[in-house]
């Protein structure tokens, strides 16, 4: 599998942590510092320590697995831990993890003395096809997500299929909705082969397809000025959602991807409603995405709310919420406004699915 | 005086305010955002009024004035008024202020829903010829200056005379420092001339000297990898003299252009000690500075918690203070170590002044 070149840096996919090895002794940094999760640094941590031969000299910091590590206050905590381990402008963070390690470490690293190098060693499918490529940071106040953030690139990414190997299928299924996502909006043929294939165990030829399509999407537009948009599909309600069930659900909430899905079939409903999806491909993406993903109830009374979490949206302009739609499997259409009437429609066609 | 063009925007300098009209009038911003303190609320905001017919639609943030609003909590509060003010990413971020102001309001702006345009309208003298010119944005953490931050350009800068005529004498003095400093760095006839000229009222030729001389510099390097570091020049004893007042002293504390006068001087003296500064010119650089900034006791009994912060500073590397010196007036020499002893040294060297 060849190595992609993203804005400025590699994105390795064979050997990777090898390369990782290599990035580290080529560089001339004069500290490292490793961001992992309890979950990281019990499975993927000594991964990393096998590779590396003076890892006495790397400092560990580690923070709650899950989305509520993403809060300003947390952030804080890692500003301060840099600080007491001495961190200069010269030091390296390696964000070994998920999307919530590689958001937070990036924006911390991003703005630690006015930024510091960074890398991702991305361990879950989610972030390995989403979060590790495109120089987004981003953390959360008040449960609103990335709300805060920076657009900053990474100096280089290393994607290892072995983390996969030990990940839970929800995890897998998580990272497969932004898979899907991107055959639906820019590579008809790259979703037929998705669904043709085994999906609990995605090939890392697929992997390499969709961080190459997402690589290529924020080439052209790094700054989301508009093509960049087009990956916000299926995000608008998505997010909502996935807010939603992380305020209200008790125990278990919504996996990203879970939520995504909700969101890919609300706005594929909308798409045929307001932008001439055919009905046939409406079918289709549902009947795929409600094969995968578990029945979530959305109650009608959480409607009021949802809409209001979508209105925080960064997308949004002049407060009318912005939607990413489908013209075609494979054609996304960016900017469609969308009234809190045809959201809240849309979530009531996947009520009654 | 002619308009300063910078890496990528304008700086103005005659009727600004009403360049800032037309600035506002141009653009397509969907919001625009006014952050101010007790101060400039008072005795700025007025003038802006006047020149802005539609200002109801502006909201005003107001912090309190002084450098302890530039802590994180600070920060974060600026931030969730964005929020709940509806502020999009179209929105525009007017700081109005001095550099406590620039810093935190640019620093919030640039991270906000990552990343909204900001402009500077800098209200004192030393932000106009400091702060508001060179992309810097910073906030504190535990009383550490600028440990957390971006490089961000301000789409532009206004720098209008009128608002230094309501400045106590005292902070005229503090953004004095900085102009000699400029000429101290890189100009012995801007020196000379500031020298001969009644300090208490900086002519605006020779603030639009100063605004010059820097902007030189951080066009050249804009992320501090080289010469850029001419500026900090007094600032690694002047920063932790600043930083310690901040902490110790009750009531009353340093202004930042009082503790880079002490900074200076005790690095001219290393100048002199290390690599060459004339014993001349040493006593010239003490004469002037003596002469304008008054007395301040440095305790012998600080000197290891001085030390201490120098050591947190982000010009370090592997924990070795690394000092911006002048090899004689006009000329700066970067990247000189020098160890505790000397630093120490040059504190008892102001002592006995």
Chains 1, 2 share one sequence.
Not at 28 to 51: A, I, M, Q
Not at 160 to 178: C, K, T, V, Y
Not at 306 to 324: A, E, H, V, W
Request: charged content about 20%; hydrophobic content about 40%.
């Amino acid at each position: 599998m060849n190595t992609l070149q993203s804005i400025d840096y590699p994105i390795f996919f064979n050997d990777s942590l090898t390369e990782l090895v290599n990035f580290i002794q080529k560089g001339s940094y004069s500290r490292f510092f490793v961001l992992t999760d309890e979950n990281t640094g019990k499975y993927c941590l000594p991964l990393l320590k096998e590779k590396i031969d003076n890892f006495n000299n790397f400092d560990i910091i580690e923070i709650n697995a899950g989305e509520e590590s993403k809060d300003i206050d947390f952030c804080i905590g890692v500003w301060k831990m840099l600080i007491d381990f001495g961190a200069d402008r010269k030091s390296l963070m390696i964000n070994l993890g998920g999307g919530v390690v590689s958001d937070l470490g990036g924006f911390a690293a991003s703005t630690f003395k006015r930024g510091i190098d960074f890398v991702h060693v991305p361990t879950t499918l989610l972030s390995q096809v989403d979060a590790s490529v495109g120089g987004k940071t981003g953390i959360d106040i008040d449960s609103i997500k990335n709300i805060i953030g920076t657009f900053t690139q990474p100096k280089a990414v290393f994607i290892a299929h072995e983390f996969l190997e030990s990940l839970p299928d929800r995890q897998i299924l998580s990272g497969l909705a932004e898979m899907l996502k991107h055959g639906l909006i820019c590579d008809a043929a790259y979703w037929n082969k998705l669904k043709e294939s085994n999906l609990s165990h995605p090939s890392q030829e697929l992997i390499h397809r969709s961080v190459e399509i997402k690589n290529d999407v924020v080439i052209a537009d790094p700054k989301e000025m508009g093509i960049r948009k087009s990956l916000n599909f299926g995000h608008t309600v998505g997010h909502a959602v996935e807010t939603w069930s992380l305020m209200h659900d008790e125990g278990d909430h919504l996996s990203h991807g879970e939520a995504i899905a909700i969101g890919m079939i609300c706005e594929a409903w909308l798409s045929w409603k307001k932008i001439g999806l055919s009905e046939a491909e409406l079918n289709e993406i549902v009947t795929v995405l409600s094969g995968l993903y578990p029945r979530y109830v959305v109650a009608e009374s959480a409607n009021e709310e949802l809409y209001s979490i979508m209105q925080k949206d960064k997308k949004n302009q002049n407060g009318r919420i912005n939607c990413t739609l489908l013209a075609k499997i494979g054609q996304y259409s960016i900017d469609n406004i969308c009234t809190e009437a045809e959201l809240c429609e849309s979530l009531s066609y996947y009520s009654t699915l």
